[in-house]
């Protein structure tokens, strides 16, 4: 009987132990994110998740938030939305994060009501989309870069001072993504006191473009800004405006200004242009770069040649993500109101070159600048500063 | 001693359920469905909802292309036309999403009404072709008619709710997409043992003998169309007011071709395969990827490996699936009750 009574007791002791120590463990923050690794948009998947998973890794290295590890899992979304939605909800189930991040502009749309009244995390995704930057709708969301609209914006702001008047043309793909920044762009257009004499539009991998590119000829068309693509029709545009003799001057965003449309254009290269948002993976007279270069050395040689935007986006989210919870966790918690507060606190962040140092304005970071392709390099090259828009 | 399952009338011959065991067993499953919620988290009730869904909108193709034979490549555009006349029916006229609902479905069924006349006069691959154009055709106006459906911004919409109890959880509308899979089901079932629902068959099976005995073709397979457009509606609206928002990318066209594999996949002309292959082609993905996201804890780093593995893990299974039993998976299931029918003295 006292055997049994000493057992007990000891039992007793020891879960009490154990629950006291449960509820003094520190909170160790969670984030979860949904990669497009499979599909479509798998090119920016792939090097999305290494981008986000090294930034998380380098934080823990040097201590995490405060001392605490952050956790880090991720699933395949393979850019379907009800794929990507049941990932977004496995994943939420399973480690209740404090920080979400999703596949698209779709799934973003998707999830924004339910982010705002039932999950409450911080969320970024790979979208560029006005939806993810409009605090006062969706204080949750954000964009660790500027928006499809900021980008135009960079692009109008930077032909309005070298060519005023100048006459513009938008050529853009029929799809959320192509028509995302068309109505603001007019605006803007307008604004600058640029002309703006065609709207084309294009099916993405469009091959047959001659009726667009003939009449962006009869329209004297001088800057061509493309929307909603990846490559194609972008070299077939370039090519047959060769072939008819327009001589504009060819631009793209975000999206379109990753090194493989430059290897696709060849000795077009020299003729496009674009909007970034980050420091190119070549850029290594930047600390930051310089430090992912050796990072990817040393953890992914077989990958380190040559890193996309995409990774330097994910990895530029995950920074913004660490200083979120860095500043939440300053307040008293990883709590969603101090996850907001903390996220749109953030000013004059130093990243090491790969933005100029960071300041959320409107869930979003409105800078960006032109880049040239060089056909010789196959590397865009700056040919403005960083142009801050607000 | 009597031993085995009678049928000595005709009523009972035409009972749905048919024995005792076949009565027992759905009531088990009956049962299961009601406790389901309780016990499971928020992500298994997202993948129950989205497979009621799939389980409404296949049935609804099947009445069509397994019973009917009218192979239709435009169910994605229907479930868009009844997601987007839900939401606009409810954000602009302010009708209860209850209404809506009905609604939706009448609105999907006069599109497919409209995209059915041709089955009229074009048969097999160019039917097919003909509803591909419903897809081209209604993807235009979701994304151009801005001032209806706000273009590629889509239109938010609010939970349902009956008086101040909203459904804006998993759990909570689940009971919705309970509801209406059961009744879709049901009605389906009594369908195609109903005068119409053989008439649907004979068109499938010989069109110009149909005609011959006195079958209104022109009426019968316009029927076929809208009752099939209706369910896709239905589908639509439910699928719009569980995810809350709707923009035109929601209904590609590969959303029909996976409806046209769910019901070959679980047998073409069977309420039950068009159940099969709901089930199946939600959760199977669904398996795979939590097999994956396990492994990748196991072997981490060799996600470029595994993860595109994942779809041809899928793709072989389909494959697999359709030369073993190419009757579907409603025919493996009768093979295994008649297996059990005689089990243990099957000699």
């Given at each position: 009987?006292?055997?049994?009574?000493?057992?007990?007791?000891?039992?007793?002791?020891?879960?009490?132990?154990?629950?006291?120590?449960?509820?003094?463990?520190?909170?160790?923050?969670?984030?979860?994110?949904?990669?497009?690794?499979?599909?479509?948009?798998?090119?920016?998947?792939?090097?999305?998740?290494?981008?986000?998973?090294?930034?998380i890794?380098?934080?823990?290295?040097?201590?995490?938030?405060?001392?605490?590890?952050?956790?880090?899992?991720?699933?395949?979304?393979?850019?379907?939305?009800?794929?990507?939605?049941?990932?977004?909800?496995?994943?939420?189930?399973?480690?209740?994060?404090?920080?979400?991040?999703?596949?698209?502009?779709?799934?973003?749309?998707?999830?924004?009501?339910?982010?705002?009244?039932?999950?409450?995390?911080?969320?970024?995704?790979?979208?560029?989309?006005?939806?993810?930057?409009?605090?006062?709708?969706?204080?949750?969301?954000?964009?660790a870069?500027p928006?499809?609209?900021?980008?135009?914006?960079?692009?109008?702001k930077?032909?309005?001072?070298?060519?005023?008047?100048?006459n513009?043309?938008?050529?853009?793909s029929?799809t959320e993504?192509?028509?995302?920044?068309?109505?603001?762009?007019?605006?803007?257009?307008?604004?600058l006191g640029?002309?703006?004499?065609?709207?084309?539009?294009?099916?993405?991998?469009?091959?047959d473009?001659?009726?667009?590119?003939l009449?962006?000829?009869?329209?004297?068309?001088?800057?061509?800004?493309?929307?909603?693509?990846?490559?194609?029709?972008?070299?077939?545009?370039m090519?047959?405006?060769?072939?008819?003799?327009?001589?504009a001057?060819?631009?793209?965003?975000?999206?379109?200004?990753?090194k493989?449309?430059?290897?696709?254009?060849?000795?077009?290269?020299?003729?496009?242009?674009?909007?970034?948002?980050?420091?190119?993976y070549?850029?290594?007279?930047?600390?930051?770069i310089?430090?992912?270069?050796?990072?990817?050395?040393?953890?992914?040689?077989?990958?380190?040649?040559?890193?996309?935007?995409?990774?330097?986006?994910?990895?530029?989210?995950?920074?913004?993500?660490?200083?979120?919870?860095?500043?939440?966790d300053?307040?008293?918690?990883?709590?969603?109101?101090?996850?907001?507060?903390?996220?749109?606190?953030?000013?004059?962040?130093?990243?090491?070159g790969?933005?100029?140092?960071?300041?959320?304005?409107?869930?979003?970071?409105?800078?960006?600048?032109?880049?040239?392709?060089?056909?010789?390099?196959?590397?865009?090259?700056?040919v403005?500063?960083?142009?801050?828009?607000? | 001693?009597?031993?085995?399952?009678?049928?000595?009338?005709?009523?009972?011959?035409?009972?749905?359920?048919?024995s005792?065991?076949?009565k027992?067993?759905?009531?088990?499953l009956?049962?299961?469905?009601?406790?389901?919620?309780?016990?499971?988290?928020?992500y298994?009730?997202?993948?129950?909802?989205?497979?009621?869904?799939?389980?409404?909108?296949?049935?609804?193709?099947?009445?069509?292309?397994?019973?009917?034979?009218?192979?239709?490549?435009?169910h994605?555009?229907?479930?868009?036309?009844?997601?987007?006349?839900?939401a606009?029916?409810?954000?602009?006229?302010?009708?209860s999403?209850?209404?809506?609902?009905?609604?939706?479905?009448?609105?999907?069924?006069?599109?497919g009404?409209?995209?059915?006349?041709?089955?009229?006069?074009?048969?097999?691959?160019?039917?097919?072709?003909?509803?591909?154009?419903?897809?081209?055709?209604?993807?235009?106006?979701?994304?151009?008619?801005?001032?209806?459906?706000?273009?590629?911004?889509?239109?938010?919409?609010?939970?349902?709710?009956?008086?101040?109890?909203?459904?804006?959880?998993?759990?909570r509308?689940?009971?919705?997409?309970?509801?209406?899979?059961?009744?879709?089901?049901?009605?389906?079932?009594?369908?195609?043992?109903?005068?119409?629902?053989?008439?649907?068959?004979?068109?499938?099976d010989?069109?110009?003998?149909?005609?011959?005995?006195?079958?209104?073709?022109?009426?019968y397979k316009?029927?076929?169309?809208a009752?099939?457009?209706?369910?896709?509606?239905?589908?639509?609206?439910?699928?719009?007011?569980?995810?809350?928002?709707?923009?035109?990318?929601?209904?590609?066209?590969?959303?029909?071709?996976?409806?046209?594999a769910?019901?070959?996949?679980?047998?073409?002309?069977?309420?039950?395969?068009?159940?099969?292959?709901?089930?199946?082609?939600?959760?199977?993905?669904?398996?795979?990827?939590?097999?994956?996201?396990?492994?990748?804890?196991?072997?981490?780093?060799?996600e470029?490996?595994?993860?595109?593995?994942?779809?041809?893990?899928?793709?072989?299974?389909?494959?697999l699936?359709?030369?073993f039993?190419?009757?579907?998976?409603?025919?493996?299931?009768?093979?295994?009750?008649?297996?059990?029918?005689?089990?243990?003295?099957?000699?």
């Amino acid at each position: 009987m006292k055997k049994i009574v000493i057992f007990l007791i000891g039992c007793t002791l020891c879960l009490g132990f154990f629950g006291i120590s449960q509820i003094y463990a520190e909170e160790n923050p969670v984030i979860c994110a949904v990669h497009p690794f499979t599909g479509r948009f798998a090119f920016a998947g792939i090097h999305g998740v290494d981008g986000m998973k090294d930034a998380i890794d380098m934080a823990n290295e040097q201590g995490g938030v405060n001392g605490k590890k952050i956790e880090f899992h991720w699933e395949d979304g393979e850019y379907k939305n009800d794929v990507g939605i049941a990932a977004f909800k496995r994943l939420y189930a399973k480690h209740k994060p404090h920080i979400m991040f999703g596949q698209s502009t779709g799934m973003t749309k998707a999830l924004s009501p339910e982010i705002q009244d039932r999950y409450k995390v911080l969320y970024s995704a790979y979208t560029f989309a006005e939806i993810a930057a409009s605090p006062e709708e969706n204080p949750f969301l954000f964009i660790a870069g500027p928006t499809y609209i900021e980008m135009f914006n960079v692009l109008l702001k930077y032909i309005a001072e070298k060519d005023p008047g100048a006459n513009i043309a938008f050529f853009y793909s029929d799809t959320e993504f192509g028509r995302e920044p068309i109505p603001a762009g007019r605006e803007i257009c307008k604004d600058l006191g640029l002309n703006l004499v065609a709207e084309q539009v294009a099916k993405v991998g469009e091959t047959d473009v001659t009726t667009q590119v003939l009449d962006l000829k009869r329209k004297e068309a001088q800057y061509v800004i493309f929307q909603g693509f990846v490559a194609t029709p972008i070299t077939t545009v370039m090519k047959q405006a060769k072939d008819y003799g327009l001589d504009a001057q060819f631009m793209g965003t975000f999206w379109s200004t990753e090194k493989h449309l430059l290897d696709q254009l060849g000795p077009l290269a020299d003729e496009y242009m674009g909007v970034t948002a980050y420091s190119y993976y070549y850029q290594d007279e930047y600390p930051m770069i310089k430090m992912i270069r050796e990072w990817n050395q040393k953890h992914h040689p077989d990958k380190a040649d040559y890193r996309s935007q995409a990774y330097m986006h994910s990895f530029m989210t995950a920074l913004v993500f660490v200083r979120a919870l860095e500043k939440a966790d300053e307040m008293g918690g990883f709590t969603p109101e101090n996850l907001v507060k903390g996220l749109q606190s953030i000013k004059d962040y130093d990243v090491g070159g790969l933005m100029p140092p960071v300041t959320i304005e409107n869930n979003s970071i409105p800078v960006g600048r032109i880049v040239r392709g060089n056909s010789k390099t196959g590397q865009f090259e700056p040919v403005s500063d960083w142009i801050h828009l607000k | 001693m009597r031993c085995g399952d009678f049928k000595e009338t005709y009523v009972r011959d035409e009972e749905i359920f048919q024995s005792l065991f076949v009565k027992f067993w759905l009531g088990v499953l009956a049962a299961f469905l009601l406790i389901f919620p309780f016990i499971a988290n928020e992500y298994m009730l997202y993948i129950a909802n989205m497979i009621g869904f799939a389980i409404i909108g296949a049935v609804g193709l099947n009445l069509l292309t397994g019973f009917t034979g009218q192979i239709s490549l435009g169910h994605a555009a229907f479930i868009g036309v009844g997601a987007y006349t839900s939401a606009i029916l409810v954000t602009r006229l302010g009708l209860s999403f209850w209404l809506s609902i009905p609604l939706a479905g009448l609105v999907a069924a006069s599109a497919g009404m409209i995209i059915g006349i041709p089955s009229l006069r074009v048969k097999g691959l160019y039917l097919c072709i003909a509803t591909l154009a419903a897809q081209f055709i209604f993807e235009f106006i979701f994304i151009h008619w801005e001032s209806m459906t706000m273009g590629i911004t889509g239109i938010n919409v609010p939970p349902p709710s009956i008086g101040g109890f909203e459904f804006n959880t998993e759990k909570r509308f689940y009971w919705i997409t309970l509801f209406f899979v059961v009744l879709g089901v049901i009605y389906a079932k009594n369908l195609v043992r109903s005068r119409m629902g053989r008439a649907f068959m004979a068109i499938r099976d010989r069109d110009l003998s149909a005609e011959i005995i006195g079958i209104n073709i022109f009426r019968y397979k316009l029927s076929a169309f809208a009752i099939s457009s209706f369910y896709a509606g239905v589908v639509g609206a439910l699928w719009v007011f569980y995810l809350k928002v709707v923009t035109p990318d929601h209904f590609p066209l590969l959303l029909s071709v996976e409806y046209l594999a769910m019901i070959i996949v679980g047998g073409l002309g069977s309420i039950l395969g068009a159940i099969f292959g709901g089930i199946f082609m939600t959760l199977v993905p669904e398996i795979i990827n939590t097999l994956s996201a396990a492994l990748k804890t196991i072997m981490p780093g060799n996600e470029a490996f595994f993860e595109p593995l994942k779809s041809v893990v899928f793709g072989m299974l389909i494959i697999l699936f359709l030369i073993f039993e190419p009757r579907g998976l409603a025919e493996i299931w009768n093979r295994i009750k008649n297996f059990f029918r005689l089990w243990p003295f099957s000699y």
